[in-house]
């Protein structure tokens, strides 16, 4: 059974930390690309941060670049999301998806035709 399991959300002050980890299972992790998109009320789906499995490439969205590191265990299958400098506008669901042999730009620009995600975790910063 393909499981993609993200957790780590909660609410802190802006300013603050977090640390998202999708935790994969049932597919060959190597394989793919991981990446995190969120979902502000109201607002489209977006792709935040995204990593090649195998490469270690990645690929930030511009209003995340130097706030969040996007990192890979492969012997854990496991992607985190280290999140600092937190502000409210990063308010938001975050879900982490799986695309097979993509590129990390290629899989954050286009958030459709993930083979995998999995369920979100809410991420509330207060001002």
């Known amino acids: 059974e393909v499981q993609l399991q993200a957790s780590g959300g909660g609410l802190v002050q802006a300013g603050g930390s977090l640390r998202l980890s999708c935790a994969a299972s049932?597919?060959?992790?190597?394989?793919?690309?991981i990446g995190w998109f969120r979902q502000a009320p109201g607002m489209e789906r977006e792709g935040v941060s995204c990593?090649?499995?195998?490469?270690?490439?990645?690929y930030y969205t511009d209003s995340v670049k130097g706030r969040f590191t996007i990192s890979s265990d492969n012997a854990k299958n496991t992607v985190y999301l280290q999140m600092n400098s937190l502000k409210p506008e990063d308010t938001a669901v975050y879900y982490c998806?799986?695309?097979?042999?993509?590129?990390?730009?290629?899989?954050?620009?286009?958030?459709?035709?993930?083979?995998?995600w999995g369920k979100g975790t809410q991420v509330t910063v207060s001002s």
């Open positions: 049932g597919f060959t992790f190597d394989d793919y690309a």
């Open positions: 990593i090649s499995s195998s490469a270690g490439s990645t």
């Open positions: 998806a799986a695309l097979y042999f993509s590129a990390p730009q290629e899989m954050c620009r286009k958030d459709y035709g993930m083979d995998y």
